[in-house]
């Protein structure tokens, strides 16, 4: 945009207006600026108007035509039909983009050279220190897991924080920034503050010392009583309700209201904290508490929901507040649990009481860990059977609150991969062990400061393989239907894997999962300073997307491994067999679920229906308002997928039988 000064005649104008200037030359404006859309604005510093030729919708309806009234602006560039009334102290050291509507606020600001909250240290997980994240604008979750969780490799710690430093630097300014069609309403004071385009802001209380990435696609809403500082703000966020965030990176989609209260963490895609309180944490993506009096501390969580009045403690009144615990992937606190740190809780597990014994069942994943007489007793693989567990799985991808075609977080919803499966495969080995130790007929085991039963060990066994079974099968069958093949030669052509990436070991990077040798390779090229930021972001999506080719690679390890071959010499028995048994496992635990799913319907379920009347009337009232087992809309898909599996495994079974 091109600026010009004022004419003589402009500057009359505007002072019978009841405008002023330090000086009018250090005034520009646009080519077409009509000045009677200025009043009593007070100009200091250098200052760039635009235009002002298009009317402003404001919430309600109400219109109203663009211009400056009632403000004082300091250094400022403002953009064409932008609507600036009531700015009650000052804006100072902003350019302002286009269609953007400013009304009722205190102050906006910048009052020195700052980055924005880029590079801002966050003391995660251990308020200590020795796990300080410097956040910027394009963290994601898989970039900060490594930062927090690899100080092993503090030469590759050391380039990551050069480079994020670096592009820190290069946001710095004196001069702040407000996109195009932002709406900032009748807010307090917001200082060193950067805000994208399309950005609501509406009654925030007090914005110090960050970013806010709005866009079109993924606009971010601040709402009442909102106090923010040293902070980024990814896209698609929405805060409100007086929330408070200090020291936070906000991940994608994420939701804050109702007083909720997060200081020195980091939330990634799609987290939701209403009322309760995080201090220290690393919420990968999906964390969710909803309750009052919970409490996330010291900790790492991701897919997890928090119950009511859920809380950890990260010290024991000695160094201060040291310790750490984890939560992996799929983990669930019921109300009034707490941990003692450090602990590791296992994948998929729910936690139920009180546990002071710094229990780790990161090998034992589907599990309940349950209070009783104060100590932690274990049931190996038990979620593996709830409907919870495939409700939760079935939810995530449908509450993607992301709208931004730019996708920070690579997050992988299987609830069975080989990050889970392996951790079966070792679970139940773990499980035999203890068995052969301590003999078939002892009654309580005791395993990493648990107890596991008797029968809860043998079940626990059985569901494992049940879990690998289905895996190992859903993989090979999803081979299977990638081709068509008529011989075992054709067959086992089919089953030779696209790359050799994938045996070994897997880790779950905050949402994605991918072979720990791949993630290794990453982490030697950063400690060689051969990659930039993006350069890593990309090799981020790259895991993701060769997922699934990694993913047969391992199955088809671990099938030749029950199979007792090679693929190249596996026979048509071996195959039907496999197919069999996944067929039994995906059947076996969808009846479980099935079953666990009725429980919702039997007559403790009823109590509290038909309070006046007889258990018929009981009957009666729950129905209506529960609708029946039968006619429940997850329990049809129950078995609608029994029924479409065995389908597909006797079609499966059909076709070998062909071959010769």
């Known amino acids: ?170 946001q710095a300014s004196e001069i702040g920034y407000i996109g195009n069609n932002v709406r900032i309403l009748n807010c307090g004071s917001i200082k060193n503050v950067k805000v994208g385009d399309y950005a609501e802001l509406t009654g925030v209380s007090r914005l110090k010392n960050g970013t806010i990435n709005s866009n079109e696609s993924a606009p971010v809403r601040l709402g009442s009583g909102v106090k923010c500082s040293d902070f980024i703000i990814a896209s698609g966020v929405e805060i409100g309700d007086s929330t408070l965030v200090d020291k936070c990176f906000v991940g994608q989609g994420c939701i804050f209201d109702k007083h909720y209260s997060a200081g020195e963490s980091l939330f990634f895609s799609n987290c939701q904290g209403m009322h309760g309180e995080a201090c220290a944490i690393f919420a990968g993506p999906y964390t969710v508490t909803h309750h009052k009096s919970t409490l996330l501390i010291a900790g790492m969580f991701s897919f997890l929901n928090a119950g009511s009045g859920s809380n950890q403690s990260n010290h024991m009144y000695k160094l201060g507040p040291i310790h750490q615990g984890i939560a992996e992937r799929g983990a669930k606190t019921t109300s009034d649990s707490y941990l003692l740190w450090p602990s590791k809780i296992g994948a998929f597990s729910l936690v139920m009481g009180r546990h002071t014994h710094h229990a780790d069942t990161s090998e034992l994943p589907f599990s309940y860990l349950i209070e009783n007489n104060s100590e932690s007793y274990l049931v190996p693989g038990a979620n593996l059977r709830t409907v919870g567990t495939i409700r939760d799985a079935q939810k995530w991808p449908k509450r993607d609150n992301r709208k931004d075609p730019h996708k920070l977080d690579q997050i992988n919803f299987n609830l069975l991969s080989p990050y889970t499966v392996q951790k079966m495969w070792q679970g139940r080995e773990v499980l035999n062990e203890l068995e052969t130790l301590s003999g078939e007929n002892t009654e309580v085991y005791g395993y990493r400061n648990c107890k596991i039963r008797n029968s809860s060990l043998k079940h626990g066994r059985n569901l494992y393989t049940i879990g690998i079974q289905k895996f190992l099968g859903n993989s090979l069958i999803s081979r299977l239907e990638k081709s068509d093949w008529h011989s075992l030669d054709e067959l086992r052509a089919t089953l030779r894997p696209d790359s050799q990436i994938g045996l070994g070991d897997w880790v779950d990077l905050a949402g994605l999962i991918a072979p720990k040798s791949e993630v290794t390779r990453l982490l030697n090229d950063i400690e060689k300073g051969a990659l930039s930021l993006d350069d890593i972001q990309t090799r981020l999506e790259q895991m993701h997307a060769n997922y699934y080719s990694y993913e047969w690679t391992w199955a088809l390890d671990k099938l030749e491994q029950v199979w007792g071959c090679k693929f190249e010499q596996v026979t048509l028995e071996q195959l039907r067999k496999t197919v069999e048994e996944w067929k039994n496992a995906v059947v076996s635990l969808d009846k479980m679920v099935y079953d666990d799913a009725r429980k919702e319907f039997d007559l403790n379920s009823q109590t509290g229906f038909g309070v006046d009347g007889d258990r018929q009337q009981a009957a009666a009232d729950f129905e209506e308002v529960r609708g029946s087992f039968e006619s429940n809309s997850f329990v049809k898909a129950v078995l609608e997928h029994i029924e479409r599996k065995s389908a597909l495994g006797e079609s499966v079974l059909a076709k070998l039988a062909k071959i010769k």
Not at 17 to 27: E, K
Not at 43 to 61: A, Q
Not at 62 to 79: D, F, K, R
């Open 1 to 170: 945009m091109s600026f010009r000064s004022l004419t003589a005649q402009e500057i009359a104008q505007l002072e019978a207006l009841g405008c002023s200037a330090t000086n009018w030359a250090d005034v520009e404006v646009a080519q077409d600026f009509d000045a009677q859309y200025v009043h009593n604005t007070r100009f200091s510093g250098h200052n760039k108007i635009g235009t002002f030729k298009r009317d402003i919708t404001l919430p309600g309806g109400l219109q109203i035509h663009s211009g400056i009234y009632n403000a004082t602006l300091h250094n400022c560039e403002i953009g064409d039909d932008c609507h600036l009334y009531n700015i009650h102290n000052y804006i100072a050291n902003y350019h302002i983009g286009n269609n953007t509507c400013i009304e009722n606020v205190n102050a906006i600001l910048v009052d020195e050279k700052t980055t924005f909250g880029n590079g801002v240290r966050v003391p995660v997980m251990n308020e200590g220190g020795g796990r300080e994240i410097p956040i910027f604008n394009e963290l994601s979750a898989s970039l900060a897991y490594i930062l927090t969780l690899y100080r092993h490799r503090p030469k590759m710690i050391r380039e990551l924080e050069r480079m994020i430093d670096a592009y820190a630097e290069k």
